[in-house]
């Protein structure tokens, strides 16, 4: 069987904000009916690229292309699901309600609700008001809320930030699930032990694509199964490269 497609790719992308370049010339694929783990310290450019895939950041240079059409192309709407970190959730509507809400806007049925509902753990909260949920349980609804559209790319922004241990192995199991059915995931975390869970890990940092590799590339090349301290190794030899061709230019 010949490969999928790439469901992303990105052609020499750069992006900068004001006078800041934020990402410097990327040049990456991701494929379809995987998880791929956008891993990178805080500030590394994360948030901005997966704004450039869903389409609403502006690119300075470069292209990114999903599904074979430029990001933010209207064709991809009912595609993308983008679960962003401040919670795009209605506070004074029901966890259903708010669910229900943004199915019927791309054709989602009673079932698929419930479904979605069920999927972040949520059925027993249903009829709460979002307002009155703790912090991990209003970010499950903006999850729920990009689960309910089946899209076909689905980009989540440190989805598991503020879950306990056994919400998010339930989740990754989830997302496993849903890329063995097809789903293509774009996974940020800043919890390296998370990148164990995908199945091709792109490293950003300062705006630069340090590598591209699976996790076991990654232990292997940092010289650890911990992958922290595997990363922790990267940065620190890219660290030194830049040392020395500073002192070499
Ligand atoms: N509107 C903006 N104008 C100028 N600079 C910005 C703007 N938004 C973000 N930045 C800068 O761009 C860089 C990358 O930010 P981004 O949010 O993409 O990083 P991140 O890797 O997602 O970080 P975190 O993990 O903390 O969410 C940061 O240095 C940030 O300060």
């Known amino acids: 069987m010949s490969p999928a497609p790439a469901t992303i790719e990105a052609t020499e992308l750069h992006i900068s904000r004001g006078h800041t370049k934020i990402l410097r010339?990327?040049?990456?694929?991701?494929?379809?009916?995987?998880?791929?783990?956008?891993?990178?310290?805080?500030?590394?450019?994360?948030?901005?690229?997966?704004?450039?895939?869903?389409?609403?950041?502006?690119?300075?240079?470069?292209?990114?292309?999903?599904?074979?059409?430029?990001?933010?192309?209207?064709?991809?709407?009912?595609?993308?699901?983008?679960?962003?970190?401040?919670?795009?959730?209605?506070?004074?509507?029901?966890?259903?309600?708010n669910v229900r809400y943004f199915g019927a806007m791309h054709g989602a049925t009673a079932a698929d609700v419930t479904e979605a509902i069920d999927a972040v753990g949520l059925a027993p909260l249903a009829r709460q008001k979002a307002a009155d949920l703790s912090g991990g349980q209003f970010s499950r609804v903006s999850l729920a809320c990009a689960l309910v559209a089946h899209p076909k790319l689905l980009i989540l922004d440190e989805p598991t930030v503020g879950l306990d241990p056994v919400l998010r192995a339930e989740l990754w199991e989830r997302f496993a699930a849903m890329a063995a059915s097809g789903t293509t995931l774009l996974v940020s975390s800043h919890v390296m032990e998370e990148a164990s869970h995908c199945s091709s890990?792109?490293?950003?940092?300062?705006?630069?694509?340090?590598?591209?590799?699976?996790p076991a590339e990654l232990a292997a090349r940092g010289g650890s199964d911990d992958l922290e301290r595997a990363f922790l190794t990267i940065i620190k030899a890219a660290d030194r490269g830049e040392a020395e061709s500073e002192v070499a230019s």
């Not at 993308?80 to 259903?96: I, K, M, N």
């Not at 890990?201 to 699976?214: D, F, H, I, S, V």
């Open 201 to 214: 890990l792109l490293l950003l940092r300062e705006g630069l694509l340090l590598a591209q590799l699976t």
């Open 25 to 97: 010339g990327l040049d990456f694929t991701v494929d379809s009916g995987r998880i791929t783990g956008l891993l990178g310290p805080s500030g590394s450019g994360k948030t901005t690229l997966m704004r450039a895939i869903v389409g609403v950041q502006r690119i300075t240079r470069g292209a990114v292309t999903v599904m074979g059409s430029p990001a933010g192309s209207a064709s991809l709407r009912h595609d993308v699901g983008y679960v962003t970190q401040g919670a795009s959730v209605y506070g004074d509507l029901s966890v259903e309600a």
